[in-house]
């Protein structure tokens, strides 16, 4: 018998168990893979070589407290910093953006006169509104919080009037009211695309609108591998006397007279005062009696795939002909010709093809931790969009060859040679995202993110205080929940504080 019984041992759902162990009460965790972490893991896929099988980029948690407050340093996560933060590219040239944004506009203004500036002057128009939607996610949803702190508080301060119309612009033309240099502006909107919603799509601007923030949490990642903070949450809730279960497929919620009352795994009940699902929510609904699922989970949208990845092993060191030095391995690439490349990217999409000529984010994070790959060689993965889970010709199983020579047919822009030294490779498609990690569609962020499943609307308005609404005990997080995917951590937290506040007042269970 547990306090808490949860469902799925992704980021988010280790993230609200540690919490609630370390509030004293019983934790069990239940998760189908033999690895803990859901899309935040790691694994030698290639003999001396460890791969990231999701998430890579540490960047949403470094604006959290969910680190120093669970003392994840205690129980072996070490972040190592990344700067420069990205590296951004055309093919024929190159700039950085550093964590200092003084440094990144001073650099920027030496490469495009006027370009420093607009990016100075960018940064300081939006940090304060940035920092108001950082400070949103961090808390439960609703109308009145979100108008607290983006509208009427420092968000858009008393230029309110003048800023709201901006935000509910699109972000490539927000983009380009403040970059006229396409290889300055390219990059940031392929950077603000990573969020799902084209550079066309009306109120998508504050997928831009987050960039400031990249000064003020950097980028980082766990020594080892972005798995590494997954462990050190495992490590944390044993600690605490809590218990993660692997291998321990979750068939069903059990559901008493209205009340979630625990878990079936290989058969066998589990019970406990509370049931926590981390699952994506359609999964989360498939295990419920069909008399609790309501209408509203076959409206949520998931969309049509999202993007693929190729995770490449390499014999010797990436180097990128646009620029000598080791900068441009430390952090994220951005590579973009131009802006086009994303539009035809994603109009290739919407007709059910994937894209032939995909902009990338390159990531060799072996520049800054030796661990991930033998010496002298190199991890290099290749994340592209956009590509279609339901393609209108062929298979996955078909296509997937043709997918993995485009990415590298892109690639070949930076290092020509990049075929010669791969001896390993994974192909992530979006067949493979939903089959490894339960992600219908393969969609990386479970729902679409556009505005109309965001914030007290994700993953529907009568669910947003991560409460299922027809079961009593039934808790919810993930990156179906507010405030959507990325390695952030932000959901867990904020469904420990319902699930505390809960067992605390003896409602749960009663």
Same mark, same amino acid.
Not at 67 to 76: D, H, I, R
């Given at each position: 018998?547990?306090?808490?019984?949860?469902?799925?041992?992704?980021?988010?759902?280790?993230?609200?168990?540690? +919490?609630?162990?370390?509030?004293? +009460?019983?934790?069990?965790?239940?998760?189908?893979?033999?690895?803990?972490?859901?899309?935040?893991?790691?694994?030698?896929?290639?003999?001396?070589?460890? #791969?990231?099988?999701?998430?890579?980029?540490?960047?949403?948690?470094?604006?959290?407290?969910?680190?120093?407050?669970?003392?994840?340093?205690? +129980?072996?996560?070490?972040? /190592?910093?990344?700067?420069?933060?990205?590296?951004?590219?055309?093919?024929?040239?190159?700039?950085?953006?550093?964590?200092?944004?003084?440094?990144?506009?001073? @650099?920027?203004?030496?490469?495009?006169?006027?370009?420093?500036?607009?990016?100075?002057?960018?940064?300081?128009?939006?940090?304060?509104? =940035?920092?108001?939607?950082?400070?949103? #996610?961090?808390?439960?949803?609703?109308?009145?919080?979100?108008?607290?702190?983006?509208?009427?508080?420092?968000?858009?301060?008393?230029?309110?009037?003048?800023?709201?119309?901006?935000?509910?612009?699109?972000?490539?033309?927000?983009?380009?009211?403040?970059?006229?240099?396409?290889?300055?502006?390219?990059?940031?909107?392929?950077?603000?695309?990573?969020?799902?919603?084209?550079?066309?799509?009306?109120?998508?601007?504050?997928?831009?609108?987050?960039?400031?923030?990249?000064?003020?949490?950097?980028?980082?990642?766990?020594?080892?591998?972005?798995?590494?903070?997954?462990?050190?949450?495992?490590?944390?809730?044993?600690?605490?006397?809590?218990?993660?279960?692997?291998?321990?497929?979750?068939?069903?919620?059990?559901?008493?007279?209205?009340?979630?009352?625990?878990?079936?795994?290989?058969? @066998? !009940?589990?019970?406990?005062?509370?049931?926590?699902?981390?699952?994506?929510?359609?999964?989360?609904?498939?295990?419920?009696?069909?008399?609790?699922?309501?209408?509203?989970?076959?409206?949520?949208?998931?969309?049509?795939?999202?993007?693929?990845?190729?995770?490449?092993?390499?014999?010797?060191?990436? !180097?990128?002909?646009?620029?000598?030095?080791? @900068?441009?391995?430390?952090?994220?690439?951005?590579?973009?010709?131009?802006?086009?490349?994303?539009?035809?990217?994603?109009?290739?999409?919407?007709?059910?093809?994937?894209?032939?000529?995909?902009? /990338?984010?390159?990531?060799?994070?072996?520049?800054? %931790?030796?661990?991930?790959?033998?010496?002298?060689?190199?991890?290099?993965?290749?994340?592209?969009?956009?590509?279609? +889970?339901?393609?209108?010709?062929?298979?996955?199983?078909?296509?997937?060859?043709?997918?993995?020579?485009?990415? /590298? =047919?892109? #690639?070949?822009?930076?290092?020509? %040679?990049?075929?010669?030294?791969?001896?390993?490779?994974?192909?992530?498609?979006?067949?493979?995202?939903? =089959?490894?990690?339960?992600?219908?569609?393969?969609?990386?962020?479970?729902? @679409?993110?556009?505005?109309?499943?965001?914030?007290?609307?994700?993953?529907?308005?009568?669910?947003?205080?991560?409460?299922?609404?027809?079961?009593?005990?039934?808790?919810?997080?993930?990156?179906?929940?507010?405030?959507?995917?990325?390695?952030?951590?932000?959901?867990?937290?904020?469904?420990?504080?319902?699930? /505390?506040?809960?067992?605390? !007042?003896?409602?749960?269970?009663?």
């Amino acid at each position: 018998m547990y306090d808490l019984v949860v469902v799925g041992a992704g980021h988010n759902a280790l993230v609200a168990a540690a +919490y609630t162990a370390k509030a004293g +009460y019983k934790v069990g965790v239940f998760e189908r893979r033999k690895l803990p972490g859901g899309a935040v893991s790691t694994a030698e896929m290639v003999p001396g070589y460890r #791969f990231d099988l999701g998430g890579s980029a540490h960047i949403l948690i470094r604006l959290t407290p969910v680190v120093s407050e669970l003392e994840l340093a205690k +129980y072996g996560l070490e972040y /190592l910093e990344l700067d420069p933060l990205f590296h951004a590219s055309d093919g024929e040239g190159s700039w950085f953006v550093w964590r200092d944004a003084e440094r990144t506009a001073q @650099e920027l203004e030496g490469r495009f006169p006027g370009q420093g500036e607009a990016y100075r002057r960018f940064i300081g128009d939006w940090l304060p509104f =940035s920092t108001a939607v950082k400070e949103a #996610f961090l808390s439960v949803p609703s109308p009145l919080e979100l108008g607290r702190k983006m509208v009427w508080g420092s968000g858009l301060g008393k230029d309110w009037r003048r800023r709201l119309p901006q935000i509910l612009r699109p972000y490539g033309e927000v983009a380009a009211e403040y970059f006229r240099e396409e290889q300055v502006r390219a990059p940031l909107v392929w950077m603000a695309a990573q969020s799902g919603p084209p550079p066309s799509d009306p109120l998508s601007a504050p997928f831009l609108l987050w960039h400031p923030l990249y000064h003020v949490g950097g980028v980082a990642r766990p020594r080892g591998g972005s798995g590494e903070l997954a462990r050190a949450l495992v490590r944390m809730i044993e600690a605490h006397g809590g218990e993660v279960h692997l291998d321990a497929p979750v068939e069903q919620i059990l559901v008493e007279n209205g009340k979630a009352v625990g878990i079936q795994v290989r058969g @066998e !009940r589990i019970l406990g005062r509370a049931v926590l699902a981390g699952s994506h929510i359609l999964k989360t609904a498939q295990m419920l009696p069909a008399a609790y699922v309501p209408e509203e989970v076959r409206k949520v949208r998931v969309g049509n795939g999202f993007g693929a990845i190729l995770r490449l092993a390499l014999k010797e060191r990436l !180097r990128y002909r646009t620029h000598a030095g080791d @900068e441009a391995r430390t952090g994220l690439g951005l590579l973009i010709g131009s802006e086009h490349e994303l539009s035809r990217a994603y109009g290739e999409y919407l007709m059910g093809e994937p894209t032939t000529r995909p902009p /990338l984010i390159a990531m060799s994070f072996s520049a800054v %931790d030796p661990s991930l790959a033998p010496p002298g060689g190199e991890v290099l993965w290749l994340w592209a969009q956009y590509y279609p +889970y339901r393609l209108t010709r062929g298979t996955w199983e078909e296509r997937a060859p043709e997918v993995r020579d485009n990415i /590298l =047919s892109s #690639f070949e822009r930076w290092d020509p %040679d990049i075929r010669s030294k791969i001896v390993g490779e994974l192909m992530q498609t979006p067949a493979w995202l939903e =089959s490894e990690f339960a992600m219908p569609s393969g969609n990386v962020m479970h729902l @679409e993110m556009s505005l109309d499943q965001m914030f007290m609307l994700r993953p529907w308005l009568g669910a947003a205080h991560y409460r299922w609404p027809t079961v009593k005990n039934l808790y919810l997080c993930g990156a179906s929940t507010h405030p959507g995917g990325g390695i952030m951590g932000a959901s867990g937290r904020n469904s420990a504080r319902i699930i /505390l506040r809960d067992l605390s !007042r003896r409602r749960v269970g009663g």
